[in-house]
């Protein structure tokens, strides 16, 4: 997933997100605990809390793309994988607690060949 594709007039665009991600921008909103309307209206798609949210879930998306094999196993593996040493919390979960940082650090290690 190329981040270059997903930008539209300097934001990360949640419909271009969506098709990449073969869903919906309520789904994403959703999955980011964000308010369905906030893909909705152009003024608050721009906002720093949206944008963070969907750049952090785009940054692990990349991250685990290269291990599952595509953006829609990796948005699946998102949404639904339980991680150990997080009270089996899934990364969108950790993500809408401001815990981005803690999944990446997760995944550091694991591909650095450590343990969870």
Known sequence: MRFQELVADEVFSPTLVAQALRTTKAEIANTLGLEEDSFVRDSRVGPRKTQVR????????????????????????????????????????????????????????????GYA
């Not at 990349?62 to 948005?75: E, F, K, N």
């Not at 991680?83 to 997760?106: C, I, M, N, S, W």
Request: charged share 25%; no cysteine; proline share 7%.
């Open 54 to 113: 969907l750049r952090q879930m785009l940054e692990i998306l990349d991250r685990v793309d290269a291990g599952t094999g595509s953006p829609l196993a990796a948005y699946a593996w998102f949404r639904a994988e339980p991680l150990p040493g997080f009270g089996d919390a899934t990364p969108d979960q950790l993500v809408r607690e401001g815990k981005a940082d803690h999944v990446r650090a997760y995944l550091d290690r694991i591909m650095s060949g």
